[in-house]
T-cell receptor, first 114, second 114 residues
Framework: DTAVSQTPKYLVTQMGNDKSIKCEQNLGHDTMYWYKQDSKKFLKIMFSYNNKELIINETVPNRFSPKSPDKAHLNLHINSLELGDSAVYFC?????????????FGPGTRLTVL | AQTVTQSQPEMSVQEAETVTLSCTYDTSENNYYLFWYKQPPSRQMILVIRQEAYKQQNATENRFSVNFQKAAKSFSLKISDSQLGDTAMYFCGLSSGSARQLTFGSGTQLTVLP
């Protein structure tokens, strides 16, 4: 019954590795997002997709690559992980791109890069 | 560009008392929406309340209400009859039509004391 799910919830890895975080929503939403929450709890948008099309791509290193195989999934792949990538990553979804839309968040993935 | 400022990093309130969290924002849009999200220790982001900018009436959801001052670009959250379960980080958010994204403030950590 989970609306927005992410796997894994915790990810510990070494610098230089490549890792992926998966996100799935069962709400029938058209729009999905990735956010990064840093150690000071600041929450910032990274990407948004609408109907599998990239809408927002904030100033994120190109080591981060989102992939949307279908409307219900938006995965985040990270190459050559760096210490500064340690954070909590949240996936979210909304009905559409309109500003009135509530965003539904996943439980977050805590990434720790050693 | 749109910005959101929360000037209170931390607040505390006694159980059953009332507390107000402050938020100011800036946008050049006329069509925008304001949100308060709650992030308890579980990390799950949950929508608390939403306000449409063109509506003068302040939004209310049970014990949660807002004081929306459009001219002053202020959007504060009032929590009445505070409960221990209200302990969380509270984020103010702004979403406007052209920005197509939700911008969050830096958050206010609220602790409800028994």
């Amino acid at each position: 019954d989970t609306a927005v799910s992410q796997t894994p919830k915790y990810l510990v890895t070494q610098m230089g590795n490549d890792k992926s975080i998966k996100c799935e929503q069962n709400l029938g939403h058209d729009t999905m997002y990735w956010y990064k929450q840093d150690s000071k709890k600041f929450l910032k948008i990274m990407f948004s997709y609408n109907n599998k099309e990239l809408i927002i791509n904030e100033t994120v290193p190109n080591r981060f690559s989102p992939k949307s195989p279908d409307k219900a999934h938006l995965n985040l792949h990270i190459n050559s992980l760096e210490l500064g990538d340690s954070a909590v990553y949240f996936c979210a979804s909304s009905q559409g791109l309109g500003p009135y839309n509530e965003q539904f968040f996943g439980p977050g993935t805590r990434l720790t890069v050693l | 560009a749109q910005t959101v400022t929360q000037s209170q990093p931390e607040m505390s309130v006694q159980e059953a008392e009332t507390v107000t969290l402050s938020c100011t924002y800036d946008t050049s849009e006329n069509n925008y929406y304001l949100f308060w999200y709650k992030q308890p220790p579980s990390r799950q982001m949950i929508l608390v309340i939403r306000q449409e900018a063109y509506k003068q009436q302040n939004a209310t959801e049970n014990r949660f209400s807002v004081n929306f001052q459009k001219a002053a670009k202020s959007f504060s959250l009032k929590i009445s009859d505070s409960q221990l379960g209200d302990t969380a980080m509270y984020f103010c958010g702004l979403s406007s039509g052209s920005a197509r994204q939700l911008t969050f403030g830096s958050g206010t950590q609220l602790t409800v004391l028994p």
